[in-house]
T-cell receptor
């Protein structure tokens, strides 16, 4: 069975500071990994994905994530936070075959302080 | 291109009532999914479908039913609503092949309250 753990349900950073959202996964097969963002009262939008190509993945809005198999991690980073980054972020894992059902972490709410 | 459309956006039900959440996509996606989102719990998969006429249970199917008579539509039925079904429900879809084959497109959600 696959699972995802996001460390920290709430992260607060100052505008211009580094954003680091942590995600660890468990999977018995090579995983696909995703970060989704949810703005208030909206559905989820894809930020970036890892599907066994380059281990450093760049996404939208300046975010990137690095797949580290030895650490079973897929942490999300952004060098300089912007007020518009305030949202909830979800890490998710799926297998590469079949229905590719996504298993989500519990989410991390990012707050940006002016 | 509307993407994934969910109706209604909000609904209040009394305990024991039934209702159907509608989901339609116009992208000709084979795969469709229903998730529920509860605070601090992330999203849990209720049911999914890999094509018209084929559905299967996800992680939390109890109290729900689905059907998939067409590629476009994937309604979620709640029978005998209970307070534990108070949640935000998201429908999602993805294609089976192509560059976007592993990326879900989500609807805007349906917020359901059972009193």
């Amino acid at each position: 069975a696959q699972s995802v753990t996001q460390l920290g349900s709430h992260v607060s950073v100052s505008e211009g500071a580094l954003v680091l959202l942590r995600c660890n996964y468990s999977s018995s097969v090579p995983p696909y990994l995703f970060w989704y963002v949810q703005y208030p009262n909206q559905g989820l939008q894809l930020l970036l994905k890892y599907t066994s190509a380059a281990t450093l993945v760049k996404g939208i809005n300046g975010f990137e994530a690095e797949f580290k198999k030895s650490e079973t991690s897929f942490h999300l980073t952004k060098p300089s936070a912007h007020m518009s980054d305030a949202a909830e972020y979800f890490c998710a894992v799926s297998d590469a075959q079949g229905a590719q059902k996504l298993v989500f972490g519990q989410g991390t709410r990012l707050t940006i302080n002016p | 291109n509307a993407g994934v459309t969910q109706t209604p956006k909000f609904r209040i039900l009394k305990i024991g009532q039934s209702m159907t959440l509608q989901c339609a996509q116009d992208m000709n996606h084979n795969y469709m999914y229903w998730y529920r989102q509860d605070p601090g719990m992330g999203l849990k998969l209720i049911y999914y479908s890999v094509g018209a006429g084929i559905t299967d249970k996800g992680e939390v199917p109890n109290g729900y039913n689905v059907s998939r008579s067409t590629t476009e539509d994937f309604p979620l039925r709640l029978e005998l609503a209970a307070p534990s079904q108070t949640s935000v429900y998201f429908c999602a879809s993805r294609p089976s092949v192509g560059a976007g084959a592993n990326v879900l497109t989500f609807g805007a959600g349906s917020r359901l309250t059972v009193l």
